[in-house]
């Protein structure tokens, strides 16, 4: 019954204009802040996608290193066991190292990592070669594949054959005073890689060997393992751990990164925070708009009493009315979200400045059933306890007209 009453109040034309008013008001504001987190939220999807699909293009499955020190030793019967293990498809050793990178006066800082031939099986770094080819040559004739970041730092240019450099890696036998405190060693620019600028002003890849016999490090020795998975990532992470003991940790792509997926959604969750006041807004409006309903329904509330209306039934009708405000501008709100978040999709019409610096040079967009629920959820929320103050009223007001 009090369905029937609030769509009866709603579409009713009311003695006072501003109630009316008041109550688009109130229907408007919810309808552009429905709209706003539809929008929002879906922007933050899409570039959330866009930053996971690029790590996922640099950082392998599934990590193991060592659980104290940076070495780990790795035989050919470890390396075996881990894949053997089902849902392992590739294994390739690494060793990671901080350098120096010279071109002339030029420098940079970098971080040289040492592969071997399956490494390019375990991540997608070829797709995002640039210039140049993915060569990292071998022990005596090593080649470097950098960041297009490092190679505008040293002035290198991969597109002139054997464009030599030097590589400069630190003498850790030497004492704090020797001259001999660095190693140094020509190599050869191959490729430039452009995934993203965390990556492209940081790392340099060679050959495994190559950077062994620069660490001295002997055959087995390594920093780190990437595993390329087929399956349930945290079920191959614990029979990996199983396998090969407390000595090593083994982490999911996920785990290498989870400080930034922390970050990506706490900002998620402060800009819901923030259009969430434009729905607190609406409902102060709502309160308004109810509270003259009431003072204008004042008969309508005393014949319903007087026919044995219950002060519950009484408090359903208003608050359903305000459900009702409330549905009527979600409706609207998500109608309008998802319609500009389709026509982004499409038609790419909202662009990103930067003159073609970014990746992608449109907002991305993701539209998730989650972010619907949550919206919904949490105008529903509002809208009760907006409607709660003068459903009360109204009620108390009912219990005096009696008496």
């Not at 003695?15 to 504001?29: E, L, M, P, Q």
Request: hydrophobic share 50%; net charge positive; aromatic share 10%.
């Amino acid at each position: 019954m009090q369905y029937l009453f609030a769509w009866r109040y709603f579409k009713s034309k009311k003695s006072t204009s501003a109630i009316n008013i008041i109550a688009w008001v109130s229907v408007t504001a919810i309808a552009v802040g429905a709209a706003a987190l539809i929008v929002i939220l879906s922007v933050f999807n899409g570039f959330e996608d866009l930053v996971k699909g690029l790590y996922t293009d640099f950082y392998a499955d599934m990590r193991v290193v060592p659980a104290q020190g940076k070495k780990m030793n790795i035989d050919d019967s470890t390396l075996y066991t881990i894949k053997s293990i089902a849902g392992v498809s590739e294994v390739s050793k690494v060793i990671e190292e901080k350098a120096l990178l010279a071109n002339g006066d030029y420098q940079s800082i970098v971080v040289v990592k040492g592969v071997d031939t399956v490494f390019p099986k375990t991540n997608n770094i070829n797709k995002h070669i640039v210039r140049g080819s993915y060569t990292i040559g071998d022990l005596q004739n090593p080649g470097i594949v950098m960041g297009v970041g490092i190679e505008n730092a040293v002035g290198a240019d991969v597109t002139k054959g054997g464009f030599p450099l030097t590589l400069y890696t630190p003498n850790k036998g030497a004492g704090f005073e020797a001259v001999d405190g660095m190693f140094a060693f020509n190599v050869t620019g191959k490729g430039v890689f452009a995934v993203q600028q965390e990556f492209d002003n940081k790392y340099i890849f060679s050959n495994i060997d190559f950077l062994r016999y620069m660490l001295s490090m002997t055959p087995n020795q390594v920093t780190g393992l990437e595993i390329k998975i087929n399956g349930s990532p945290q079920k191959i992470k614990a029979a990996i751990q199983n396998a090969i003991g407390k000595n090593f940790i083994v982490e999911t792509r996920y785990e290498q990164n989870k400080n930034l997926y922390a970050v990506m959604q706490m900002e998620k969750w402060v800009i819901y925070g923030i259009l969430s006041l434009i729905l607190i807004v609406a409902a102060f409006n709502m309160i308004g708009a109810l509270t003259m309903l009431v003072l204008e329904k004042q008969k309508d509330i005393a014949v319903l009493k007087a026919m044995g209306s219950s002060t519950g039934l009484i408090q359903k009708i208003f608050i359903t009315e305000g459900l009702v405000l409330a549905g009527v501008g979600t409706f609207i709100g998500t109608a309008l979200g998802t319609l500009i978040c389709v026509l982004q999709l499409k038609f790419k019409i909202i662009t990103l400045g930067g003159g073609g610096s970014f990746i992608i040079d449109y907002y991305p967009v993701k539209l998730m059933a989650t972010d619907y629920i949550l919206v919904v959820a949490t105008i529903a929320a509002i809208a009760l306890l907006a409607a709660w103050i003068p459903a009360k009223k109204a009620s108390q007001q009912l219990l005096s007209l009696k008496s």
